[in-house]
């Protein structure tokens, strides 16, 4: 099986929508897209505006639509940073803070942490997005167990064969919190040492070695090269530095 994360375009935040640049990048991705086999593909979209109008511009070309769920909307449950006092999303802290506490490295003991437990709708969002895409994923066979997924479908598939592609477009912090889950990671080292720039590209596929044992391996992460090859510059929204750009 195969799952594609898709960051939405450069965004205009206030009116949750893309900005020019934003559309531009999407179109770019568009022409990516059409280029895949998307008649054997299903498609998911964060409902918020600015992953629904990237993925416009590609679903329209493929005439194809999007299911939309709740729990792949952007992770977005405020605290209050303990170094500037920023009230804000979940992730951005200060490196002197976050990696001064051991359990933030820890897949389960940062739930345990003063600060991402300040704000009481946090974790229950977190396991929310768990349970949202461990049930998506038994619709395709494959069902949780333990740290990794078994493959119950009844054709024995060759070693390595991926049968099921899903996309999901969406944003940053919630490819984060996915990745997580699906990789047995602790999230606060995803969202702070992980850039995903607007409509990147990752992708994990499984793989099924032994028993239809299978488990969510990185192809690539955070892939632009449909802007690169556009000559459209990446966007730094997201970034507190300065970006490479070929």
Same mark, same amino acid.
């Given at each position: ?9 450069? @965004? *205009? ?9 934003? %559309?531009?990048? %999407?179109?770019?991705?568009? *022409? ?25 511009? !590609? ?6 639509? %999007? ?14 940073? @303990?170094?500037? /006092? ?27 942490? *003063? ?48 049968? *099921? !592609? ?17 990789? /047995? ?12 720039? @607007? ?16 488990? =969510? ?6 892939? !632009? !090269?449909?802007?690169?090859? /556009?000559?459209? @510059?990446?966007?730094?929204? /997201?970034?507190?530095?300065?970006? =490479?750009?070929?």
């Amino acid at each position: 099986m195969r799952i594609i994360l898709i960051r939405h375009g450069d @965004p *205009d935040y206030k009116n949750d929508a893309l900005t020019e640049k934003g %559309a531009r990048e %999407a179109k770019l991705l568009s *022409d990516r897209i059409v280029k895949w086999p998307t008649g054997e593909f299903d498609f998911y979209c964060s409902p918020l505006g600015r992953a629904k109008q990237t993925a416009s511009y !590609t679903l329209e070309r493929i005439h194809k639509q %999007a299911v939309t769920y709740e729990w792949m909307k952007e992770f977005s449950y405020k605290i209050e940073d @303990p170094v500037t /006092g920023r009230i804000g999303v979940p992730w951005d802290f200060m490196p002197e803070y976050w990696t001064e506490i051991p359990q933030m490295y820890d897949r389960e003991a940062w739930k345990k942490t *003063d600060i991402y437990r300040s704000n009481p709708e946090l974790l229950p969002a977190y396991q929310e997005v768990c349970d949202g895409l461990d049930r998506l994923l038994s619709e395709y066979g494959y069902k949780r167990h333990h740290n990794y997924y078994v493959n119950t479908n009844d054709t024995q598939l060759n070693e390595n064969k991926v049968h *099921d !592609t899903i996309v999901i477009f969406c944003h940053l912090g919630i490819t984060c919190m996915m990745m997580s889950h699906l990789l /047995g990671i602790s999230p606060v080292l995803l969202l702070h040492s992980l850039y995903l720039a @607007p409509t990147s590209v990752t992708i994990f596929n499984t793989e099924e070695r032994q028993n239809n044992i299978a488990f =969510f391996r990185a192809q690539v992460i955070g892939d !632009t !090269t449909h802007l690169t090859q /556009g000559n459209e @510059p990446l966007s730094d929204m /997201g970034a507190f530095t300065e970006l =490479f750009q070929e």
